[in-house]
C-alpha cells in the first residue's frame, strides 16, 4: 500500500543534541512538507519541498534543516539552535498541484 | 486575529446526532478549502476537499463553503463513536501545498 512512513514514533532530545527525524513516501509525490503540531495551534509549516535537491524554508525553519538527495525521502533535523523542540512532527506529501495532503503517522519528540 | 479560527471544543453529541462543525477565516482570497480528521497520535486524514463556494458530499459526510461569509462547515449525520477524533479545516488562495492554512481543530467525541 502507498503511504508515507515516519520513524521513530517516539523521539527524546537531550539539550544541546541535534536529532534526525525520517520521512518516507511510495507514493511518487513530487512536493513533501514538514509540519509542527503544538496544542490549540494549527499546523505549522517548518520546509518544504517540490522536487529533489530543492527545499524552501516555511513560517518556523529557524533550528531546523532538512535535505531532499531522493524524491522518496525528507529528513528533518531539529537542531540544537531550536530552543523549543517539544512538538508532535508531521511529515507529509502531495502532487504538486496539491489537492491535498497525504500524512505521515508522526513523531512525537520531547527534550529530557 | 487568527487567519483561520475554529471553535477547539471539545464537542460531545450521543450516536445517531447530525454534527456540525465551522471554520472563519479572514483572507477573501482563499479558494480551495479542506477538511482533515485526525485520531490521536496519528497523522491527520483528508476527508473533503472543494474548490470555491458550494456543497459537496460524500457519504456521511458534507462540506459547505459560504464565501461571502468567509465560513466554511463540515456535517456528519448519522455520528458514530468511530467519529470521535479532532477536525481540522485548512484553506488556500492556490492549489499549492506550502500556502495551506490550518485551523487549530475541534476535538469532536461521540458518545455510544
Known amino acids: 500500500d502507498g503511504g508515507i512512513t515516519q520513524s521513530p514514533k517516539y523521539l527524546f532530545r537531550k539539550e544541546g543534541q541535534n536529532v534526525t527525524l525520517s520521512c518516507e513516501q511510495n507514493l511518487n509525490h513530487d512536493a513533501m512538507y514538514w509540519y509542527r503540531q503544538d496544542p490549540g495551534q494549527g499546523l505549522r509549516l517548518i520546509y518544504y519541498?517540490?522536487?529533489?535537491?530543492?527545499?524552501q524554508k516555511g513560517d518556523i525553519a529557524e533550528g531546523y534543516s532538512v535535505s531532499r538527495e531522493k524524491k522518496e525521502s525528507f529528513p528533518l533535523t531539529v537542531t540544537s539552535a531550536q530552543k523549543n523542540p517539544t512538538a508532535f512532527y508531521l511529515c507529509a506529501s502531495s502532487r504538486a498541484p496539491a489537492g491535498g495532503y497525504t500524512f505521515g503517522s508522526g513523531t512525537r519528540l520531547t527534550v529530557v | 486575529q487568527k487567519e483561520v479560527e475554529q471553535d477547539p471544543g471539545p464537542l460531545s453529541v450521543p450516536e445517531g446526532a447530525i454534527v456540525s462543525l465551522n471554520c472563519t477565516y479572514s483572507n477573501s482570497a482563499f479558494q480551495y478549502f479542506m477538511w482533515y480528521r485526525q485520531y490521536s497520535r496519528k497523522g491527520p486524514e483528508l476527508l473533503m476537499y472543494?474548490?470555491?463556494?458550494g456543497n459537496k458530499e460524500d457519504g456521511r459526510f458534507t462540506a459547505q463553503v459560504d464565501k461571502s461569509s468567509k465560513y466554511i462547515s463540515l456535517f456528519i449525520r448519522d455520528s458514530q463513536p468511530s467519529d470521535s477524533a479532532t477536525y481540522l479545516c485548512a484553506m488556500s488562495f492556490d492549489n499549492y501545498g506550502q500556502n495551506f492554512v490550518f485551523g487549530p481543530g475541534t476535538r469532536l467525541s461521540v458518545l455510544p
Open positions: 519541498s517540490q522536487i529533489v535537491n530543492d527545499f
Open positions: 472543494t474548490y470555491s463556494s
